[in-house]
């Protein structure tokens, strides 16, 4: 059991040196190109990060908790099929839809043209919403971001007690009061975690706010270790934005206090909903269809016109053959990330499940910090300890043996995997530690008497038990390395390509039609894991445990 504890107490270390790394840079003295920094655009990246997490913000809340209460609290037609197409956006990349929308509202796009077409307008003639800004960022991420808190809120208002809603009822609360005064206070820790996701991948956006010109500190991070090469002052900004990400946590936490939120009840019984007709009906579908539209089909819509158009450039000849090469690279590391992360976390899991020690707890959720870290910011803490190992080894060997070995680590794709596995631990960590939670502690004294060890129960015992929630882990952590941008940008090596960067150069390039390809394969990578995670939440009413009673 000393074994295992170790083995947290030292993966959790393992994942914190890129966060002590750049943390430490803060106290690097500041260089001129730091200075420089901050006196041109560093104010800029405060204020188009605070106005795009508030516009993110506002928007996630009320997409995700309006769309969630509606499919579990209200009957209307459709209600089966919105509420999983409600999770779609999830499978695309956010820069997908910004490529998608910026072809479709740009000033040459099909949209702009058709007006112009159609009333006969010169440029000055009318006035547009420029798609490129920070609010057409905000709106962007919002219609792709939005399922965090669908998910979440969903499946807290499915877990709600019937009793507490009929007292309300008691007490002449209508729906709408009903909602907002015992529904929507009681989802409070599931919504306020949906919009703490939401936001966290909004500071870590990189292609979407890239692409629409939009001056951030995940654009400055990237653009200050390639454009000005100064890795401490990227670092520094690397900390800053970390800065902002805990400061987001910590505000939640704050503003919880001492209140608690859980249900006294152990009866559950079918969830009374509210019959929707008519007019009543007709808001509600178009409600919760408009995120999906918005969010999937119509951007998705977009992408598959442009595949159409260049099918016979990009399928074929030597844009054939790389699309298929970046294909295989993407799948490789997402397959190899996702079975590693969900081996570490299956250790780190079990090892608190036989030694609950606060030591190995601590340790597991020090683990699990990293998806809270944006991916630009884990790249520069793991860039610069193993660039020095890289450098230190390369020195030895040349003074000692004449020899140079390279960038063993740096340049590898070591560095990449390492990266993946400490941005998405957290996301295999909590499904597979849920799972885990579920088996008897029986199992375990069942197989110590039949001289089993450790190793042998986990083979044997568990992994049979809970293979359903390793497979919707891993497939969960594919699906996050396939849409990772700004960590793979910054460490893949040399001349090594994957759909999300070929997708991300040729947008840079204008070349958004021949975008369409990667960026579509990404989306239907994705797919399958939105599916299952719309199947779980369903069954996530506790009632259907137990045997719901119904009345």
Known sequence: MRGWSALAIFVALLVAVPILVVFG???????????????????SYVINTLWLVFGVGIGVFVLGVGTAWLVTMC?????????????LPLAVPAYAIAYSYAGMLDYAGPVQTGLRDWFGWSRADYWF??????GGAAGVLAFVLYPYVYMLARAAFLEQSVCVIEIGRTLGRGPWRSFTSIALPLARPAIATGIALALMETLSDFGAVQHFGVATFTTGIYRTWFGLGDAAAAAQLAAILLAFVFILLVG????????????TSRRYRELPRYSLRGGWAALAILACALPIILGFLLPGGQLLIWLFETVGEEAGGSSGGRLWWHTANSLMLAAGAAAIAVFVALLLAYGVRLNPHPVARGAARIAGLGYAVPGSVIAV???????????????????????SSGLLLSGTITALMFAYVVRFLAVSLNTVDASLAKVTPAMDGVARTLGMGPAATVARVHVPIIS????????????????ELPATLILR????????????ELASDEQLRAAAAPALAIVAAGLIPVALLSLAISRARPGRAQGEVRV
């Open 252 to 263: 939640e936490r704050l503003t919880r206090g001492r209140a608690q939120f859980h249900h």
């Open 25 to 43: 840079h803060v106290f690097v003295p500041a260089g001129e190109v730091w200075r420089h920094l901050a006196d041109t655009v560093l104010v």
């Open 468 to 483: 359903p929630s390793l497979l919707t882990a891993g497939l969960l952590v594919f699906v996050d390395v396939m849409k």
């Open 75 to 87: 009957r209307f037609p459709g209600r089966a099929l919105l509420e999983w197409g409600l999770l």
């Open 493 to 504: 090596p040399f001349d090594f390509n994957t759909l999300a960067v070929r997708a991300f």
């Open 381 to 403: 803490g793991v860039l610069v300890p193993l660039a020095w190992v890289d450098n230190t080894l390369d020195s030895w060997l040349r003074a000692s043996f004449g020899v």
């Open 129 to 134: 919403p420029n798609i490129r800004s920070v």
